[in-house]
């Protein structure tokens, strides 16, 4: 390998860690802060990459839109129908405990993906939806160069949610999320009004798993209903419970490394197993990322990185104690 | 300052509270006593907000507030601590108090994003009201460590101070001296005093005999789910019948 394809294949494996960092980065403001159990990550991100595509694609005779608006648009529509999404759910949803959370957050997303499949008229049905719109590729060409310049704004992306994030957490709201999470019934005797901030938590969370979808559509250009498996709320959760749920840096960690394990599994996988093997050779992978979540839970159970136990980043300082 | 009538909850089989009416005054620490199993966390659950009454109402300074959530409860000034303490064990121990002082603009999400200063300056305030509470009860020196550390008894502490730095008009404490060893268990008391003193008022569940009848006035008595009686605590310990209910009839 050269040192050119070597650099693109770097870019182009960044660029899908960005996605997933983002994508984990919503998964544990809803689990690590919260404790909202949301098995349906793959929903919410299929709605923000359907909507996305639509909102800027070509127009196409066979189906619905696209309607051709610039691609800010299409992003910020991303996370606006997922947030919708997630607040219909939310309201409807989050009154139910962890695993009943779980269930219908599950199924909600299986509902979801069936819907990309069958309403053919807006979503393009099995095909998917092709010629989605990338960014700058009439500047950069859609080379190495373009890669490149992806890479730039997903990072940028990356930063921008992680700096808004941040500032959530590490708050008094942030602070209230966490005693909900640690114990509902005694945050709400101490006057904090739970669903309310459950909800919010639920839907912030929704529409950054949305632009992250948008985020996966306008790079490879072309997405379908198989792209949006419950496999994919898997490996968000795989990233979240290795890199350390409730620390935002430990989220973008794990989406780093499990990617890094998946790809370099997959390639090796390719390399070794006869043609006849391959399909079987993929769930050996699913297998690979099971053993190492185990691993983890044994041996680091708040994952690589754990969460501070301070979350209000004002009340860290405290001054000694009067003696 | 609290008006309770014909308050009445069951769950399914004969009710565990019944048609229980009083009133708490302004300024008063008030004892609830009664044997095992005679519906007093109920009563409090039903005061507080956790628990909906199937009858009766419930007025607060005249606002009625049966059937409210707790978190609305707790709004207008009346807040509770539990038996088993519930401190949020992952959180430290000053964090667990200066999550409580109410309409915290910093609780506003998009105020950290848009007023980060404002948020900032009011944690500070937060901060020293929450220390000057964890002052009062004594836990200063574990402010930064994660409550789970907490002994039974400092838990204890930490759920009044967590109460406390909220100003509430009527506190009610269920059981403060339940599991708490006699050093602290006395430190609770002064403290209970102390702050009576200054006019919050208090409703106390307790098995303790002796801290009942130095600490509260008047007592109410619950025995299967009704109010048995109320009275001042020398005519309450003297009183036939709530030695019944607690012994047993016939042994009196």
Not at chain 1, 194 to 216: D, H, I, P
Not at chain 2, 26 to 53: D, E, M
Request: charged content about 15%.
């Amino acid at each position: 390998m050269d040192a050119l394809s070597l650099l693109s294949y770097l870019a182009f494996f960044s660029v899908f860690a960005g996605i997933f960092a983002i994508m984990a980065l919503g998964l544990n403001l809803q689990w690590g802060f919260t404790g909202l159990f949301n098995v349906g990550v793959a929903g919410f991100v299929a709605i923000g990459a359907y909507t996305s595509a639509l909102l800027t694609g070509p127009e196409d005779a066979a189906r619905f839109g696209g309607f051709g608006l610039p691609i800010l648009v299409g992003w910020l529509g991303a996370m606006v129908l997922a947030g919708i999404a997630a607040f219909i759910v939310g309201v409807a949803a989050l009154r139910l405990r962890e695993d009943y959370l779980a269930i219908t957050t599950f199924g909600i997303a299986v509902t979801i993906q069936l819907v990309a499949l069958n309403a053919t008229a807006v979503t393009g049905g099995p095909f998917g939806i092709q010629s989605i719109p990338k960014p700058l590729a009439g500047w950069l060409g859609t080379g190495l160069a373009w890669n490149l310049g992806y890479l730039a704004l997903v990072l940028a992306m990356l930063g921008a949610v992680w700096w808004g994030l941040e500032r959530l957490v590490a708050s008094p709201w942030g602070r209230v999320l966490r005693a909900i999470r640690e114990d509902e019934a005694a945050a709400a005797s101490l006057g904090k009004r739970a669903s309310a901030f459950r909800l919010q938590s639920f839907v912030m969370g929704c529409m950054v798993m949305g632009l992250g979808g948008a985020l996966y559509a306008h790079f490879v250009g072309y997405i379908a209903p198989e792209d949006f498996l419950p496999i994919l709320t898997f490996q968000i959760w795989a990233m979240l419970i290795v890199g350390g749920s409730g620390n935002n840096a430990g989220a973008v960690l794990g989406a780093v490394l499990v990617w890094a394990i998946w790809t370099v599994s997959g390639g090796a996988l390719r390399e070794m197993l006869p043609v006849a093997e391959q399909a079987r050779g993929a769930a050996l992978q699913v297998v690979l990322i099971g053993a190492l979540i185990a691993v983890i839970l044994v041996v680091r159970p708040r994952g690589l990185l754990g969460e501070r136990a301070t979350v209000s980043r004002h009340a860290a300082k405290v001054s000694p104690p009067p003696s | 300052m609290l008006v309770a009538q014909g308050l009445t909850k069951g769950f399914g089989g004969p009710p565990v509270v019944e048609d229980v009416s009083f009133t708490l005054a302004r300024g008063a620490i008030t004892g609830l006593i009664g044997p095992n199993g005679a519906g007093k966390t109920t009563l409090f659950n039903l005061l507080a907000g956790s628990l909906r009454p199937d009858r009766g109402t419930l007025a607060l300074d005249g606002t009625r507030i049966e059937g409210r959530r707790p978190d609305e409860v707790f709004a207008l000034g009346m807040a509770r601590t539990f038996q088993i303490p519930r401190p949020f064990p992952a959180m430290t121990v000053l964090e667990n108090v200066m999550l409580a002082p109410p309409g915290q603009q910093g609780e506003r999400f998009w105020t950290n994003w848009l007023r980060p200063g404002a948020v900032a300056a009011e944690e500070r305030r937060v901060r020293e009201r929450a220390l000057h509470w964890l002052d009062f009860v004594g836990l200063t020196r574990l402010a930064q460590e994660p409550a789970r550390v907490l002994s039974g008894g400092q838990r204890k502490l930490l759920e009044l101070a967590r109460v406390l730095v909220a100003e509430p008009r009527l506190i009610l404490l269920d059981e403060p001296g339940a599991g708490v060893a006699p050093p602290l268990l006395a430190t609770i008391m002064e403290k209970i005093v102390a702050l009576n003193a200054q006019g919050t008022s208090f409703l106390i569940i307790e098995h303790n005999m002796e801290l009942v009848m130095s600490l509260c006035r008047p007592v109410l008595v619950l025995a299967q789910g009704k109010l048995l009686m109320e009275g001042e605590p020398e005519a309450v310990r003297a009183d036939r019948r709530v030695v019944e209910a607690y012994l047993g009839a016939g042994i009196a």
